[in-house]
């Protein structure tokens, strides 16, 4: 599903969340059209992309455990092609043996000849117990 952003839209719209796997496993964020965003007004190189990963106890992301995250962009809705991975691995949440994971935020400038849509790619590798915990994705200024 993708957001269409209007005028009148209330910036928590302009936030995605997303449970993060329970186990060994991909998940994908809802997709922005930054095309209708354009359309409405709003210079592409005037926001960043922001994605924001939770903390993590030791229990929730063990060691042996990460989550991946990378920026999909497509110019189909529904991703089924012409799928372009950024920044594929860069952001990235491990935990040490006894600490968990610290949140992480990072920001990303979309180019203003990216395609229409963009989402965030998950993958959790290893055994998590992550319930209850989401990431963001987000449009900011």
Avoid: H
Avoid at 43 to 72: G, K, M
Avoid at 89 to 112: D, I, K, L, M, P
Avoid at 114 to 136: D, H, L, M, S, W
């Amino acid at each position: 599903m993708t957001t269409r952003v209007s005028y009148n839209q209330k910036d928590a719209l302009l936030i995605k969340k997303t449970a993060l796997p329970t186990t060994a496993g991909t998940v994908y964020s809802q997709a922005f059209d930054l095309f209708d965003i354009a359309e409405r007004g709003v210079r592409i190189d005037a926001f960043e992309l922001l994605l924001t990963a939770p903390s993590a106890t030791a229990a929730q992301l063990p060691a042996a455990a990460s989550n991946t995250f990378s920026l999909q962009f497509s110019n189909t809705p529904d991703f089924s092609a012409g799928v372009t991975e950024w920044s594929a691995g860069n952001a990235w949440q491990q935990a040490g043996s006894a600490t968990g994971a610290a949140e992480f935020e990072r920001r990303y400038r979309v180019a203003t000849d990216a395609p229409r849509y963009v989402r965030v790619k998950c993958v959790t590798a290893g055994t998590a117990a992550q319930n209850g915990k989401a990431f963001e994705f987000a449009i900011v200024t």
